[in-house]
Nanobody
Framework: QVQLVESGGGLVQPGGSLRLSCAAS????????IGWFRQTPGKEREGVSCINSKSGRTHIADSVKGRFTISADNAKNTVYLQMDSLKPEDTAVYYC????????????????????????WGQGTQVTVSS
């Protein structure tokens, strides 16, 4: 049974940092693509970052490029999203998602990360950036 559990969210001041974790179980991480998404009330879910754990290929959305970094620890079956220089507009519920197909490719750099490409989702973790 595929399961994803996010953690690491919380309240942080502008300019601060958080590291989100996505703990995966029920499948080998290095055979899946993992994506991070975020959503605020009334808005569509936005793709933030993705990684193909086996190849190490990653994509970062323009809105967070230079501030967010994605990484994977296949031994721990966990994907991380390091978020630095946080801004109030980063406030959202952050979700990780998994798919057994290779979703994070060179095409992603053109099309962006699409939520409909991912079959399995975590429950989300709240990130609030406020002074």
């Amino acid at each position: 049974q595929v399961q994803l559990v996010e953690s690491g969210g919380g309240l942080v001041q502008p300019g601060g940092s958080l590291r989100l974790s996505c703990a995966a179980s029920g499948f080998p991480l290095d055979y899946y693509s993992i994506g991070w998404f975020r959503q605020t009330p009334g808005k569509e879910r936005e793709g933030v970052s993705c990684i193909n754990s086996k190849s190490g290929r990653t994509h970062i959305a323009d809105s967070v490029k230079g501030r967010f970094t994605i990484s994977a620890d296949n031994a721990k079956n966990t994907v991380y999203l390091q978020m630095d220089s946080l801004k109030p507009e980063d406030t959202a519920v952050y979700y990780c998602a998994a798919d057994p197909l290779i979703r994070c490719t060179v095409v992603t750099d053109i099309t962006g990360i699409k939520s409909y490409d991912y079959d399995y989702w975590g429950q989300g973790t709240q990130v609030t950036v406020s002074s």
